[in-house]
């Protein structure tokens, strides 16, 4: 039998590592060819603007999944925690939409406090995650005695639906959090401190930097954009809904991230990436659902597509 060659080898690790990378855009171009072939009324701008703001709740989530994903972490939690966030808006309306929309986002961030301290003193991140992601929904449905609520509010209205120079307020919401998330990667000491922790938390302690308060903080945003997200699907809905808002999309924002880039090992974030992996998992919704599939084939598509882009990942780092 014959040998692989070293030139083999390295040739089939390049083409991994190039998938590994930018498979994300090559899938993209392929579904995006397929729908404007094959799906009527797939090019007009009123779909394409659909599509943007439904996609846009996920890219935010997906965002702080892969500050998560970049420390070694997982955050299982974010659609429990959109949940909790859209069951608390009705009940503090009362007081104005600003209001309401601080106790949400500090909930949030309660939530992310608490995975994030768990997962700081030892507990492992899926596990710590796993108990909010149960815990999280109980709990939104408690707040919203298990009822959907009607809310009329023109503030989170416009929120969740408004636009500015004809560009959907959520989609620019979503583009200012990754341009914030790689301004800090790319220029800010925490940054650089996330990327230590998730790519040798060993070194990373032996050389004194702050793991647990990194990996508190990131928890933290996460959670924080979870609620951000449940503020905007609330506002687009008109409507509090604890038993489907954010439900799975713990799905969609992992593998919106590894898709784009991201190693589930940590140490590296791709924003652009993942911003693209988002939109690779609502056109796989949007092409299902065109084409009278049920919708739980893009639940299962995505399910391989994660298998896929960890083997890659797997081979890649030969593991």
Avoid at 51 to 72: D, E, F, N, R
Avoid at 145 to 173: C, H, K, N, Y
Avoid at 240 to 248: A, H, Q, R
Wanted: with cysteine.
């Amino acid at each position: 039998m014959t040998e692989p060659t070293v030139a083999g080898r390295t040739g089939a690790a390049g083409r991994v590592t190039w998938l590994s990378d930018y498979g994300v855009y090559l899938a993209l171009g392929v579904l995006l060819s397929f729908n404007l072939v094959f799906t009527p009324n797939f090019a007009t701008v009123a779909n394409l603007r659909l599509q943007l703001v439904q996609v846009a709740p996920v890219a935010i989530v997906a965002l702080g999944m892969a500050l998560v994903i970049g420390t070694g972490g997982i955050d299982l939690s974010v659609g429990s925690t959109m949940a909790i966030a859209a069951a608390l808006l009705p009940l503090y309306l009362g007081y104005g939409p600003w209001p309401a929309i601080a106790v949400a986002v500090l909930a949030g961030a309660a939530v992310g406090l608490v995975n994030g301290g768990l997962v700081a003193y030892g507990i492992q991140p899926i596990v710590a995650t796993l108990g909010l992601l149960v815990a999280g929904r109980g709990m939104a449905l408690v707040l919203a005695d298990g009822r959907l609520v009607e809310i009329f509010d023109p503030t989170l209205a416009a929120i969740g639906g408004g636009q500015v120079l004809e560009v959907p307020l959520p989609v620019l919401m979503a583009l200012a959090v990754a341009a914030a998330a790689a301004f800090v990667l790319r220029c800010a000491a925490f940054g650089r401190r996330l990327l230590a922790v998730g790519g040798n938390r060993p070194a990373a302690l032996l050389a004194g930097l702050p793991v647990r308060r990194t990996l508190v903080t990131v928890y933290v945003i996460s959670g924080v954009l979870a609620a951000m997200a449940g503020v905007l699907t609330t506002g687009r809905q008109s409507a509090s809904d604890p038993s489907f808002t954010g439900l799975l999309i713990e799905l969609s924002a992992i593998t919106a991230v590894v898709v784009g880039g991201t190693p589930l090992a940590g140490g590296r974030v791709r924003i652009l990436g993942t911003l693209m992996g988002a939109l690779l998992m609502q056109l796989i919704i949007a092409t299902v659902i065109q084409h009278d599939l049920h919708d739980s084939t893009a639940r299962m598509i995505q399910a391989a597509i994660i298998v896929a882009a960890v083997y890659a990942q797997r081979n890649r780092s030969g593991t």
